[in-house]
């Protein structure tokens, strides 16, 4: 979470996610390969409060249908009812539990759903 670094010296301020400037990557893991890959739809916010830390908050939206591994059949097998299954659960939303500070760092916990 490089905004985190911002937050030195203030108050919570707010970050609106905008694709133009951002992006959402991610790596997966397997026996035979570790793809990257991205999604291309998502919005998202970040509260950051340089007082209090853990009064931070994240949350985000993913348009699940929206990944990108750059290989076709590999994007199609993980928006299947094996993976994201993108028919039932179009957008997966992540919103962060617990901020804290971690050395020069920030550690973000939370948890997502799949919603349809």
């Known amino acids: ?9 203030s108050a919570a301020e707010r970050y609106v996610l905008s694709q133009p400037q951002s992006q959402m990557q991610f790596q997966a893991y397997s026996l035979l390969a570790k793809p990257c890959g991205v999604f291309h739809t998502f919005s998202g916010e970040i509260v950051a409060d ?37 028919e039932a659960h179009s957008t997966i939303t992540f919103v962060s539990t617990m901020i804290s500070k971690d050395g020069p760092a920030y550690k973000v916990e939370g948890g997502y759903r799949f919603v349809a």
């Open 50 to 86: 340089a007082q209090d830390v853990r009064a931070s908050r994240v949350r985000l939206g993913i348009d699940a249908a929206s990944i990108d591994t750059d290989h076709t059949k590999r994007d199609t097998h993980l928006r299947s009812k094996a993976f994201l299954y993108v």
């Open 1 to 9: 979470m490089l905004l985190f670094s911002a937050m030195a010296g």
